[in-house]
Every structure is written in structure tokens, then in C-alpha cells.
């Protein structure tokens, strides 16, 4: 872990919170933090934080449309 994937998990919890057990939200994070290091959002013009920041927006928008 590094301070990357701290920053972004809790940028998720304020984002996207849920009642997920602490075990499974780990695996989630995980998987979630991979695609936002994989996915346009992650770009270096831009700042760490608001990539992240546009990644769960984004995804947060997406899971409303879902929904």
C-alpha cells in the first residue's frame, strides 16, 4: 500500500460509502484502485487528487444511471 491508495480509498468512502464488511471492501478497493490507475482518468497533466476525484464522480454517475 502507499499513500496513492490511502488517498483513494478515502475519496471513495466520502464518494461512494456503503455497509460493505471491512474484508470485502478491501478486495473492492483494490480492484478499484486498479482501474482508476489503468483508466484515462489517471493523467499527469492533472493533479492525483482530482483524477481520482473525476474517476469516482464519474463512476458515481454512472452507478446512479444504474440504479
Known amino acids: 500500500m502507499n499513500y496513492s491508495f ?8 466520502l464518494i461512494l460509502p456503503n455497509q460493505t464488511a471491512y474484508d470485502i471492501q478491501f478486495d473492492n478497493d483494490l480492484t478499484l484502485f ?15 487528487y482530482q483524477c481520482m476525484l473525476n474517476f469516482l464522480q464519474d463512476l458515481k454517475e454512472k452507478i446512479n444511471l444504474c440504479i
Open 6 to 13: 490511502y488517498l483513494f480509498v478515502n475519496l471513495r468512502i
Open 34 to 48: 486498479d482501474m482508476f490507475t489503468q483508466s484515462s482518468f489517471n493523467v499527469g497533466e492533472i493533479d492525483e
